[in-house]
């Protein structure tokens, strides 16, 4: 063994003894929170009045007006409900981390009306239900559900301890519904998201959005909380790469990001951009109007994802008829198939080094870049192939994720737990 190897076998223990400290630590650090918050809550004195509405209804809790998936997965909620005449009260979350989509119109309201209570947030939000008026809300009903996204199969063991709040858990994929399930042994039921409805056409264009007139447009998306490791943006370029190369050509990889400065790796990102002016970096925040203009504008989305809880940017590239290349693994599989979109073959993996909130050790996939890279060409080369797909997309996504499909779901789920209360 040289020198050399054996200095490189050191560093690599050394990285994994540090990572398994940190994540250790973090994870004690974490339960223990989460622990200290589920036994005040549950020393709190229960309202003397509790709120024991026999109509069917339910009051939501959630970030609803943030720009982020949580946000849009609250809203999705409220879209089913108003779909199918279900009765509602609102409570919007302000989260100082992410901004606010001021082109969200919501009706929010302090007043908590059912017996039912809905927390779109996950167990590392849990801090929220201690904060007034979430907290009276949360000892005033007769029954509290927590709506919750994860995107591996190895599910922390905080979020056990955070269920003991909780009557049932709802979830938005097959997949999330297998994992917590795994752990936890409450009712965890699986409520569709729906996709929101848009206009066929774009309010903004190519130009305005500052993004080339001409040309085949690629486009993948990630928000720096969600983490490159499991978003993977650079498995997508290497894909776009792979089958264009870095010369002149008329097609384009548009990577929208947005939370950049928590991370060092935008400095790579930035560095690929630098070296291939095809690829093109969109760092900023957009409302949901303006992303809407950006999938309306693009000819097809890639996400060579390692997991998902749901994958709503897949849904909502498909709801507008583009034809989608995807890792064909986790919760997209939901609404994926080989007809509407291009699932893509994958190794399954391990991560390498800590990536919070995800150990080192995570399982997950590891999808193939070639395989990527000849759909991404032989998409260029054959427009009516993305008509066919695109239209296909479209039409699954629109009847079996509609606002209606969750309102029903929803309104089901309700009657079953009146009857039981």
């Known amino acids: 063994m040289t020198i050399r190897s054996s200095y490189s076998r050191l560093i690599g223990i050394l990285r994994s003894l540090s990572d398994r400290v940190k994540y250790s630590v973090d994870s004690y650090l974490m339960e223990r929170r989460v622990k200290a918050l589920v036994n005040k809550l549950k020393q709190e004195p229960r309202s003397t009045q509790l709120t024991n509405s026999t ?3 339910i009051n939501i809790y959630g970030f609803m007006s943030a720009g982020f998936g949580l946000g849009e997965a609250a809203r999705s909620t409220i879209r089913g409900a108003e779909a199918v005449g279900l009765p509602i009260s609102l409570y919007d979350i ?9 082109t969200i119109s919501l009706k929010t309201s302090d007043q908590r009306k059912f017996g039912v209570n809905l927390f779109h947030f996950n167990p590392d939000m849990i801090a929220t239900l201690v904060n007034e008026p979430v907290k009276s809300g949360y000892l005033s009903a007769s029954y509290n559900i927590a709506f919750w996204f994860w995107e591996t199969p190895q599910l922390p063991r905080y979020w056990v301890t955070a269920s003991e709040l909780f009557h049932e858990i709802w979830v938005g994929s097959t997949f999330c519904a297998s994992a917590v399930r795994t752990k936890i042994s409450k009712p965890v039921i699986k409520i569709p998201l729906n996709v929101a409805p848009h206009e066929a056409g774009s309010s903004s264009g190519r130009t305005e959005l500052g993004l080339p007139e001409q040309g085949f447009l690629f486009l993948t998306m990630m928000d720096f909380f969600s983490r490159p490791e499991r978003k993977n943006p650079f498995g ?6 792979k089958a264009f190369g870095s010369g002149s050509t008329d097609t384009y990889l548009i990577v929208k990001v947005s939370n950049s400065a928590i991370n060092p790796e935008f400095g790579r990102l930035k560095e ?6 095809r690829i093109i970096i969109l760092d900023r925040f957009l409302a949901r109007s303006e992303l809407y203009s950006l999938i309306s504008n693009m000819d097809c989305l890639v996400s060579l994802h390692r997991a998902e809880g749901f994958g709503l940017p897949i849904a909502e590239a498909m709801s507008f008829g583009k034809p989608v290349i995807a890792t064909g693994w986790s919760a997209n599989m939901d609404f994926m198939t080989s007809e509407n979109s291009f699932p893509v073959n994958y190794d399954m993996t391990t991560l390498d080094s800590y990536a919070p909130p995800y150990s080192r050790g995570t399982v997950w996939a590891n999808p193939k870049i070639g395989e990527a890279a000849a759909i991404m060409r032989k998409l260029v080369n054959n427009p009516e192939l ?3 797909v ?6 699954d996504i629109n009847s079996r994720f ?3 499909v969750t309102g029903q779901r929803i309104v089901e789920r309700l009657k079953e737990i009146q009857r039981k209360m």
């Open 55 to 57: 109509h069917l209804g």
């Open 94 to 102: 302000e989260l100082p981390t992410h901004p606010v989509d001021h």
């Open 236 to 241: 997508v370029i290497d894909a776009f790469e």
């Open 272 to 277: 690929y951009s630098r070296q291939n002016r």
């Open 386 to 388: 993305c008509r066919e």
């Open 390 to 395: 695109g239209d296909k997309a479209r039409a």
């Open 402 to 404: 509609s606002a209606e």
